[in-house]
């Protein structure tokens, strides 16, 4: 089936660390978006990529960096700089398959990091 | 001013009610309105779009949209407790050749059995 895969669900940091926040997708969508969600907000864009090798900051990059190397891929590394990582990370992607652009926004299941 | 605005609620209804929900955005030029619907510690999932000025109904899901006013409704007839959830309004904004999605904090609903 057809979907965006996140991995992994559950990532416990120390502080000063770097890790990386995987996501694939298989719909053949252009656009990928990597957001942050904290408790009893809204979504927050950090990075979003339109076209392989390249991409853009969102509101909130800093302390972050991506890499769109493949269509399918848009990896996440949240670095020692930023100082609130503890958070909910959704990815995402729109564009339809085969050209047409419904215009629609999908979410994988999320990655869940915690600073210790 | 945020870009797209929801009431935080809670809202509450009996089971069986209409719960209506509601969102305003800033952006005169936006095209496409979204409503997703969020567990809790789950992703968003998409229920409903919408394009053009009017209703758009889906099942017991019925999005309706005012752009003069600016304004965006998710309606949910006959609420069940399984509907209990947050629900994102989302707004696009395009810019050349791309999407940008903008999120309103959610309103959380409540539907008491």
């Known amino acids: 089936d057809g979907g965006i895969t996140q991995s992994p669900k559950y990532l416990f940091r120390k502080e000063g660390q770097n890790v990386t926040l995987s996501c694939e997708q298989n719909?053949?969508?252009?656009?990928m978006y990597w957001y942050r969600q904290d408790p009893g907000q809204g979504l927050r864009l950090i990075y979003y990529?339109?076209?392989?090798?390249?991409?853009q900051k969102g509101d909130i990059a800093e302390g972050y960096s991506v890499s769109r190397e493949k269509k399918e891929s848009f990896p996440l590394t949240v670095t020692s700089a930023q100082k609130n990582p503890t958070a909910f990370y959704l990815c995402a992607s729109s564009g339809g398959a085969g050209g047409v652009d419904t215009g629609e926004l999908f979410f994988g299941e999320g990655s869940r990091l915690t600073v210790l | 001013q945020k870009e797209v605005e929801q009431n935080s609620g809670p809202l509450s209804v009996p089971e069986g009610a209409i719960a209506s929900l509601n969102c305003t955005y800033s952006?005169?030029?936006?095209?496409?309105f979204f409503w997703y619907r969020q567990y809790s510690g789950k992703s968003p999932e998409l229920i409903m779009s919408?394009?053009?000025?009017g209703d758009k109904e889906d099942g017991r899901f019925t999005a309706q949209l005012n752009k003069a006013s600016q304004y965006v409704s998710l309606l949910i007839r006959d609420s069940q407790p399984s509907d209990s959830a947050t629900y994102l309004c989302?707004?696009?904004?395009?810019?050349?050749?791309?999407?940008?999605?903008?999120f309103g904090s959610g309103t959380k609903l409540n539907v008491k059995p």
């Open positions: 952006d005169r030029g936006s095209q496409s």
């Open positions: 989302a707004v696009n904004m395009p810019s050349v050749n791309f999407n940008k999605f903008y």
């Open positions: 919408i394009y053009s000025n």
């Open positions: 719909l053949n969508h252009d656009a």
């Open positions: 990529s339109q076209i392989v090798n390249d991409f």
